[in-house]
């Protein structure tokens, strides 16, 4: 896969910069954002996690809304697509990826989304 992560763009004045997977939050519960391919890939690994569009959703041939399908929480019928098509839309976008690693329980957090830095 082709490695072309952008900048973080946009303030970030609660979440923690994250850009290479050696990096982690500085405390449970800690709001993180990133860019880096493989930071996200490995999160979203670790917790089983596939990268996914609603069917139907593409636009001029792209993935129209990118989601991660997470095992045991279905409810919609997402369509699984290729790590390479959802980091090539991700970067089209210029979006950044806010997230968590933990909950400030300590357990681990599925919480993401998606920013569009120039929208916000």
Do not use: C
């Amino acid at each position: 896969m082709p490695e072309s992560d952008h900048p973080i763009k946009g303030e970030h004045k609660y979440e923690q910069k994250i850009t290479s997977p050696e990096q982690h939050e500085e405390r449970p519960g800690r709001s993180l954002v990133t860019t880096d391919h493989d930071v996200i890939r490995h999160w979203a690994e670790e917790r089983g996690a596939h990268p996914a569009t609603p069917p139907g959703s593409e636009y001029e041939g792209r993935p129209g809304r990118l989601l991660l399908d997470f095992p045991g929480y279905g409810g919609q019928d997402l369509q699984e697509i290729s790590w390479d098509d959802w980091f090539e839309t991700f970067d089209e976008r210029d979006l950044n990826f806010i997230y968590q690693e933990h909950k400030a329980d300590g357990s681990p957090s599925n919480f993401f989304r998606l920013e569009n830095p120039d929208e916000s």
